[in-house]
């Protein structure tokens, strides 16, 4: 997708800002409207641009828009099409990266703590653990459905880019996220546990113990650490290239969902060292988020952006 970024705002630093982006290559179209902009009182400025050039043209605008005397407000949305003869061979291979602001704010969206967000993880709890109850087949849906449901992948990738991009506030944001989200999800699978147990009284911890799956929540075998730490990759790679709609692919990988679930109805059937455990491996895997999803995040700066985020 390419991208229109419209700025509007004070009309002698949009009139500024037309002339500094009419020069740029990846700039297809270029719409000045003066004195179109209500709030705040001034131009518009519509800009149809490359994802390749988009940080160029939102790097020449962050001067004007940190500028406190002459506000300017600024929209990203993507293109779906540019056509344009003079320009088809540089739109046939534009680049498929996310701006910072798009990462940012669909992170912000996915994995803010609101009243959505903590259902859908209660829910994603309640799926889980109810799957340690199945068999194979079932349980595998299960646990499947739990992570598709439970939006658990977003406040990691979120503190992971506030860590690379050195924002607290967006770290801390992330952290508040990630500890309700998951004790959330941690009490609504042990709250289902409890209410198994008051139906059939020591069932629910029969049925769990002699489950096989177990060993994949509890151990740190090689080919598992291998198997979390590409679907960490892959999931910080569906974030910055404009992919994260699949994101949910990774999580199903990841043991963080299921996990957090087991540590959940182990607590509620008396083995608190398999809860232990279950947590120590979700440890391993958030960690390979932060710490390989962190090294994407840092080659996409270097490589890529080479800015900072305007927000």
Known sequence: MHRRITIQGDGAAVSTLADALAPLAGVIGLTHQRGASITPPGDVLEVAVLNSCADEVLRRAGPAQRDADHPLVISIAECKAIIDRRHQSAIDHDADEALWEEMESDLRNHGRLSANYLV??????VIAASGLMFGPVPQA???VGA???????????????????????????AVISMLVGYAVLFGAA??????????????????????????????????SLA????????????????RDLYVVGPLMVLVAVSGVALAGAAVTIGQPALALRALGRVGV??????????????????LFHRRKPLA
Do not use: N
């Not at 859908?120 to 709890?125: E, F, N, T």
């Not at 390979?288 to 994407?296: C, N």
């Open 120 to 125: 859908l993880m209660a829910l994603g709890g």
């Open 141 to 143: 849906i299960a646990f």
């Open 147 to 173: 992570a598709i449901i439970a939006p658990g992948f977003e406040p990691v990738a979120k503190l992971t880019q506030g860590l690379v991009l050195g924002a607290p506030r967006l770290c801390l944001r």
């Open 190 to 223: 042990a709250l289902l546990m409890v209410a198994l147990g008051l139906v059939h009284p020591g069932h629910p911890r029969q049925v769990i113990m002699a489950q096989p799956s177990l060993t994949a929540f509890t151990h740190y075998d090689p080919a």
């Open 227 to 242: 198997t979390s730490a590409a679907a960490a990759i892959a999931g910080i790679m569906m974030v910055v290239s404009l």
């Open 285 to 302: 895997d958030l960690l390979l988020i932060v710490v390989l999803g962190g090294g994407v995040f840092y080659w996409k700066q270097r």
